[in-house]
């Protein structure tokens, strides 16, 4: 598959899913002292050639005046971790349960047996700031997908496919969340050693 279709397939399925806006959201790939990264302001759900900026992984060229706005936070997930692809999206459900809480613990099985638990970091400016590129890539070493309180979520994989993964998986552990609510019951613990959950 060529790049440009790896792009815009998991780029439309981000849109489709309602995980970014008609211009939200941005992905990209490392490849070798390179970015791949789509254009600032580009639709997800029809990339062209134009909205792939390649530009340095370590130091500024040419590209990098239309590369995302969230460039210096994906260099510096890449500087710091192992990660060969990112994804980064605003899903509406998990936006809202980050506004309330510290940390996102599903209670769905595959939520659970794939993410254990989401941390929600807060910083005063959450876009494509200095404040983000310095905090998220430390959560990153240790979970596959973190929340930015009242933004967004980052995730990190080997291939697109597993990074944009674990956004679906983390909006659809956060509208169970919310719909378990709504029914204002206990939650009835189903899981083997379930009590451990919060402590991941």
Excluded at 36 to 56: C, F, P, Q, V
Aim: glycine share 8%.
């Amino acid at each position: 598959m060529s790049l440009l279709k790896e792009f815009s397939r998991i780029g439309r399925d981000l849109f489709l899913s309602g995980l970014v806006s008609s211009h939200g959201g941005n992905i990209s790939i490392r490849a070798g002292d390179k970015i791949i990264i789509t254009r600032r302001g580009s639709m997800l759900a029809h990339l062209n050639k134009e909205d792939l900026i390649e530009t340095g992984l370590y130091k500024d060229d040419s590209g990098i005046i239309m590369a995302s706005t969230e460039i210096i936070v994906h260099r510096a997930i890449y500087f710091n971790t192992s990660a060969l692809a990112i994804v980064h999206s605003h899903p509406p459900a998990a936006i809202a349960l980050s506004l309330f809480m510290d940390e996102i613990i599903p209670i769905d099985s595959e939520a659970s047996y794939l993410l254990h638990k989401i941390p929600v970091i807060a910083t005063k400016e959450t876009i494509g700031s200095k404040d983000v590129a310095n905090i998220i890539p430390d959560y990153l070493q240790e979970y596959k997908i973190v929340m930015l309180r009242g933004h967004g979520a980052f995730s990190i994989g080997d291939i697109l496919e597993e990074a944009y993964m674990l956004h679906s998986t983390l909006e659809n552990a956060c509208r169970i969340i919310a719909y378990g609510k709504i029914f204002g019951n206990a939650f009835k613990e189903y899981r083997k050693d379930g009590d451990k959950y919060t402590k991941w």
